[in-house]
């Protein structure tokens, strides 16, 4: 447990009552009673369908939630790179699939260290080049170390992309002394938030064809695939009803962020997983009648998805616009009541992921009561 002074400008709030509207802004707002719904509900979902959760840690950058996924039921997490899996691993983290390829000297040797401090962790590969690397930091660290063939189902960003490149690797693996290949992993960011859920399921299920190739030219050579990882939440409902995959990588269904707000669910009406986390911040200027000035700009916000959406606090249909590094506008609709200076207004975050990495903390709220704050323990590890 940290001490309070490291828990930032809010930390003398803690357990007290009304704190909320109290809290120095801009500031990170997780809503515990919300966020534990969604942790579970996920938790069962995939349990139902005897399906493994290794839900992904790059979308909150925190050990107490990845310890709060684990205690739920999850099979282990998954980060995106080995500077995030360090500070997992040193918070007592346990079942760490590294998702993005390990390349270069530098991420080598702290994949070396990694292992070196017992570090549970299985990593990805995409490439033949990069398996002597890889078989170099497992063997000075005196371990073997479980590896995933990436498969590029179509994004053109990480994965092998032909099924002869995911035999060939496969054959490498075989060869090694150090690595033990353990199958496949396949992620296809470019669906997930293709809005309708009919679109996006026709797009998907093509990609998935090519996996199943794959998979199954793999298992004809006698490498069938013990673990097939992947997915996010727009595809888990997919992923989880089909054969496929031995267990899924939701990241974004902790928060629902507006990005994922708008996106039609896959066999709901409404996402089962509701916003759990805000952006809180406070009327700083208010001269004039139809919009004021908040206090949360570029530097609280990611920007590469909608706009932030305010709600708590807000008049019906009022609008945020981005305003400069350190200030947002808030648009009010014509005859809304003016809002006085320090009035607090929450915001759900355009695009999670990287919003996180732009805060220290996540305040914890139950009601109005500041129940807890907790560091955004891997932000900044990139
Ligand atoms: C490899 C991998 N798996 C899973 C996820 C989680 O996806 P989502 O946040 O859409 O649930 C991501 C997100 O970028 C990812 O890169």
């Given at each position: 447990m940290p001490p309070p002074a490291a828990l930032g400008p809010n930390a003398r709030l803690i357990g007290q009552r009304h704190a909320r509207e109290q809290l120095a802004t801009p500031a990170l707002l997780l809503d515990l009673d919300v966020f534990e719904r969604n942790v579970a509900l996920m938790a069962n979902r995939c349990r139902r369908a005897h399906k493994g959760l290794r839900p992904h840690a790059k979308t909150h950058k925190s050990a107490r939630i990845a310890r709060a996924q684990l205690a739920a039921g999850a099979v282990g997490i998954c980060v995106a790179t080995v500077h995030e899996a360090t500070v997992m691993v040193a918070a007592g983290v346990s079942g760490v699939l590294i998702t993005s390829p390990i390349v270069g000297t530098a991420k080598l040797a702290m994949l070396e260290r990694l292992l070196a401090r017992r570090g549970d962790v299985t990593v990805v590969v995409d490439?033949?080049?990069?398996v002597a690397g890889l078989e170099r930091s497992a063997r000075r660290a005196r371990r073997s170390l479980d590896v995933l063939i990436d498969i590029d189902?179509?994004?053109?960003?990480?994965?092998?992309?032909?099924v002869r490149g995911a035999v060939l690797l496969a054959r490498r693996l075989a060869t090694s002394s150090v690595l033990q290949y353990a199958g496949v992993q396949c992620y296809?960011?470019?669906?997930?938030?293709?809005?309708?859920a009919a679109a996006r399921v026709r797009a998907y299920s093509r990609q998935l064809a090519h996996l199943e190739r794959v998979l199954e030219a793999l298992a004809r050579r006698g490498?069938?695939?013990r673990i097939v990882s992947g997915g996010g939440t727009g595809t888990f409902e997919i992923d989880r009803r089909?054969?496929?995959?031995?267990e899924c990588q939701p990241g974004s269904y902790v928060f629902m962020d507006a990005q994922y707000n708008a996106v039609e669910p896959v066999?709901?009406?409404?996402?089962p997983f509701k916003t759990s986390l805000y952006v809180q911040t406070m009327v700083s200027s208010n001269h004039y009648p139809r919009a004021v000035t908040l206090d949360a700009g570029l530097k609280s916000f990611a920007m590469d998805g909608p706009a932030p959406l305010p709600v708590r606090g807000a008049p019906r249909s009022a609008r945020y616009q981005y305003f400069g590094d350190e200030f947002g506008r808030l648009v009010l609709p014509r005859g809304a009541r003016p809002l006085p200076l320090g009035h607090k207004i929450e915001l759900i975050t355009p695009h999670c992921d990287p919003t996180v990495n732009l805060h220290d903390f996540y305040h914890c709220v139950r009601g109005d009561r500041l129940v807890d704050i907790w560091p955004v323990d891997a932000r900044g590890n990139l």
């Open positions: 490439n033949i080049e990069a189902v179509g994004m053109k960003r990480t994965g092998v992309p032909d296809s960011g470019s669906v997930q938030h293709i809005v309708q490498h069938g695939a089909g054969a496929l995959f031995t066999a709901h009406a409404a996402w």
